[in-house]
């Protein structure tokens, strides 16, 4: 799930060289933390949170599979 996340990011932004995703696990959920270069953030936000939407259901979508409750917070 990291590196789908890692990829769809870099995909997106001026700067991949700069996108990192880490992980924090906790009891039935993962949080996974985004962070790029600040001018790269509203593409990663997109307008109206459109696109953080976006990659919040794709991520939602294959967690499904591992029956865990994720998150993704663009740092």
């Known amino acids: 799930m990291k590196e789908l996340i890692e ?9 991949p060289d700069q996108v990192r995703v880490t992980e924090v696990e906790r009891d039935h959920s993962v949080t996974y933390q985004l962070h790029v270069a600040p001018g790269d953030a509203g593409k990663i936000i997109g307008k109206q949170g459109r696109i953080a939407k976006a990659i919040r259901t794709v991520v939602a979508a294959g967690a499904l599979q591992e029956d865990k409750r994720v998150t993704v917070d663009i740092m």
Not at 7 to 15: E, G, Q, T
């Open 7 to 15: 990829i769809i990011a870099k995909a997106l932004v001026d700067h």
